[in-house]
């Protein structure tokens, strides 16, 4: 089960407890990091509706986890053990070498020696058989498909020097180069460990939809019956009632009430809309408001919320075609690196040196021209720069978000939530007074509106401490009235305060109290600290920037002028902002998507790169290659140089490596670098990598 609330240790052990205490339940063990909890029971004793019933009492909201969702996390588990067993054998060969090189100067019998040669093998072969796997295949599968890339040369190294090593071994020669293959392959791994780590937090994010999905709807029969079903049983058609606060299952058109319907998750607005009979519901929206009859037109993977899943996986597929700088360099290295030691094994060959010398010398080369270095240069930079940028609030998620984030020219923001911080406030508090503020406050404590929770929080911040009125009445769709001595108070649209049209578009919320004339309050959703100063900087570093929102023209307009935004489009639905960075894409630009909401989470994966707010909803975290914390949007200024830098510190790697090739590959060649020095060569180029990166 997915655990959408679950944010501390004290969260995971009532999650935990809450299933445990369910009859028939073996075990329930939650993942904090994934938010998610993984549940045993006896068979037929317990239904996963059930165990959503449980952790409802506790507090919690859950909802099914996709079967092929659940073992996202086990590739970096078992590139860990890898690296753990590597290690460990490498550690203990090399005690073994450590005595023959002190017994050959000393008195060692040439059988004690041949014995550690024995057990080194013993050690490595399976060693090398399980640790060395990633590498296998993928050669495997770079060969079948008629390419090259590193996993080929390293694979070659490593087979050969150890096939070499067991038939030395096998004649009871002096030298074996066990400990030169099982090291490479402990550095090796160490680096894909850190490059797959920070893939697996780049998980795809279509199957997280699930968690915003309402998994049973209440379906009304003809004859005025009821019966809950799984969301995926619907059908187009059914009747579906929907009760205040749920979360509504398919895309229909309301049939019965009046009421306000929550579309954040699908236009990213915080404003509830108002709907009545023929008007169109989405899945996914929540019923803010009345009791709602919904017709289903469209179920399960025909609604619009599926139709979002689609578009960002379609949208991911299409950055996945991205190539990576490491898997550029390879394109030209690894073929570099066979044709040497080929050259290498034929000229000692020709000189009239053995099979057996000749083989040895084009190891060495294979060893010392291995990319290990290659392969930290980017990780070693990437664990360092998102260690830096974790210190500033900022959670780097998709391993190669930093280097795409690195190459965007063009930046382009949503804006409420990302520009905005998503909380109407009002405008001009001071055309109001307090009293009449105080009396409104009272009025709108009774709903949780997000207009009414804004004149509260206004009357908080003036000092007043309004308490809630108990004779209040709520209007789906209109607004909020009590009775008083005076007369009626309301508090809501311009229609409902007995203001004109034309009045009444000049206020987002009016306040008619008994005894006066109505009171215009208005709201705007206040720009973010620093937006203004960032949009700045930005523009001045020579990026293009560009305003996408769902919101109305005249929202946009205004959110772009304060902002300093010359560009902007509003009214925009998930399908064409992804247009947008289409056309953006084919003018040859490479565009950054800041966005949080799910109608912003397909264009976050369709973008060059992406970043999200931690307000986010969870799809687009998920999605982004980047999260920030906080009301400042200096963080996307702060990622976007970082990245550069990273970016630069890359290639300094790759100017290390390839300049310690320069050294020792002709060393190699000649025959001055046996494979064990070129094992001990090859780990320096790496450590040096490291620390370059960690500078």
Sequence with gaps: LVVENMHCGGCMRKVEQALSSEPGVISARANLSARRVTVVSEKGRRS????????????YKAAPLLDDAADAGQADQQFLRRVGVAGFAAANIMLLSVSVWSGQAGDMEQSIQTLFHWLSALIALPAVAYAGQPFFRSAVDALKARNLNMDVPISLAILLATGMSLYQTMR?????????????LFFLLIGRFLDQ?????????????????????????????????????LAPGMRILVATGERIGVDGRVIEGTGAVDESLITGEATPVTVEPGRQVFAGTVNMGQPLLIEATATNEGTLLAEIGRLMTAAEQGRGRYVRLADRAARLYAPAVHLLGLLTFIGWMLLGHGWEQALTAAIAVLIITCPCALALAVPAVQVAASSRLFGQGVLVKAADGLERLSEVDTI??????????????????QSSSDELLSRAAALAAASRHPYARAVVKEARARGLDPVAATNVREVPGAGLARETEHGEERLGSAAWCGVSSETGDLATLWFKPADGDPVALRFEDHLRPDAAEVISTLKNAGYRIELLSGDRPA???????????????????PAQKIARLEALRAEGRKVLMVGDGLNDAPALAAAHASISPSTAADISQTTADLVFQGERLGSVVEALAVAKASHRMALQNFGLSLAYNAIFVPLAVAGYATPLIAAIAMSSSSIAVTANAVR
Excluded: C
């Design 48 to 59: 996963a509706e059930d165990l959503i019933e449980a952790l409802a009492k506790a507090g």
């Design 172 to 184: 009871g020669s002096e030298h074996v180069y066990f400990d030169a293959s099982v090291s490479l």
């Design 197 to 233: 780590r920070m893939r697996t937090r780049a998980a795809g994010a279509a199957a997280n939809l699930l968690g915003l999905r309402s998994m049973m709807a209440t379906v009304v029969e003809a004859d005025g019956r009821t019966e809950r079903l799984p969301a995926r049983l």
């Design 412 to 429: 382009v923001f949503d804006k409420t939530g990302t520009l905005t911080m998503g909380e109407p406030r009002l405008v001009d508090p």
């Design 555 to 573: 929202a946009v307009e205004a959110t772009a002028r304060d902002a300093g935004i010359e560009h902007w489009h509003a009214r925009q639905n």
